[in-house]
């Protein structure tokens, strides 16, 4: 016959493991005794870092449509403005030879592209001229310009 697997190191480990176990078990039976009846003791934060028991208000739900990211682009921009309204601007470039140049908004400063069968009358750099403003396939460009002076 064999000896005994159980040696005296081992029942020494699990006497201690049955004892911390044991032990365990007593201090939870303890704080469950002590604790109040109110429950959970939570500590919240508020956005300044103070604490308080009441939990916060529960926040605005966000709709994935009401979220801009970026801004709009310039095209965007203009055809929310009135485009109907006639504006003043500066001839800034104008290429004869080819036939298109910019106008310099007086208003909002834009540089808006303007081609030479959009003019009533022919214009050069400096013009004073009055335009409308429609979308092109590259952004806004000026249609009806008129020259002032």
Known sequence: MG??????GK????KKKQQKKDAKAKRKAERQANSDSTGDN???VDKFGNFSDTPPPPAKKVKAKDIVLGIPKKEDRIE????DIERKGVVSFFNEAKGYGFIKDKVSQESIFVHA?????PIVEQNLVTFEIEKGPKGPTAIKVKVIR
């Open 3 to 8: 000896r005994s697997q159980e040696t005296f």
């Open 117 to 121: 069968n959009n003019t009533t009358e």
């Open 80 to 83: 929310e403005e009135d485009t």
């Open 42 to 44: 939570i500590t919240y």
């Open 11 to 14: 029942k020494e480990r699990e």
